[in-house]
């Protein structure tokens, strides 16, 4: 049987670090889902998404909210990363779609859906704009330079459309 | 290879419909979850839709979440202490429309609380569709060994309803 959803790579974190990077990604997926299940220490920051160590003003991003009190939406534009969800010291999920990320001819587009059952639930729809080459390299952090809490799961999945 | 995104049941309501679908004996030896629902309910009144909850082994304790939601003429947000999994069509929408959802539930068989990450929509070619992104959280540590779906109205599914219980493996 061929294998059409297959993890890439899972970080389990048995200390606390400031972000997890998937490098060497292999091109022969069509597109990408990272789940991230975890916390953080202190507060709630934004997760902050990155692509081939790009840290220049080539990202954007829209989302839709809400925190069980209030639905909005907002975005960022010519920002550093995209915001892929909020993350707290409660239990969040945080799912990503990288759509046909091994391309280089087109911008690199993503689907996020962000939860956190005591907070906040969101959506997002993010773009890297960067010059168009094939993404290898897929970078997580908390912004605010606080750090993802053990216990914290990054898994990294290829799909494959056949 | 292994096979990592694996079919561990279906389950299709029968004639007369059911109050409920059961995932009993769910075996432990995946990382996530994954449910995709098509569901139809008997509710009556509003008539255009109906909230789908999710009781993890059964409980109906322990559970709260985040929602936004949106009708086509309004959105909000709101909290509860049920898990929801999305909507599903009722009584009042056109005839054979089915109402898509899908629950992912990450570490099912870990230690942890439990967090799930649902989304719906019953869409109707008409006014009052539903469409919500939903956040739950069960607060107890049990790993998940059943999964029950319930009408949130205490409606039943309708004949035809459907939903499909995916294993996950990240390894």
Redesign the interface.
Known sequence: ?T?????IA?ESLGTAQASVTFSAIPATYTDLVL?F?GTIGSGVQNMELRFNGDTATNYSETR????????STDRTSTASQIRVGNIYT????N?IQIMNYANATTFKTVLV???????????HGGLWRKSPEAITTVFVRPAGGVNFAV?S?V?L?GIKAE | MAVTYKLIETVTVGSGGAASITFSSIPQTFTDLLVVISGRSTRSSPANNDDIAVRPNGSTTNATSRYLFGTGSTAGSGADTKIYAGYMSAAGATASVFGNSSIYIPNYAGSTNKSFSSDGVSENNATAVGMAIQAGLWSLTDAITSLVLVSNTASNFVEHSSASLYGIKNS
Request: glycine share 14%; no cysteine.
């Open positions: 049987m294998v059409t959803y297959e993890p899972t789940v299940n839709f909210f809400g925190t069980g009190a209030v639905g409660t239990q969040t999920v799912i859906r962000s939860n956190n059952a005591g907070n906040f639930v969101s959506m216990g799961t898994t999945y």
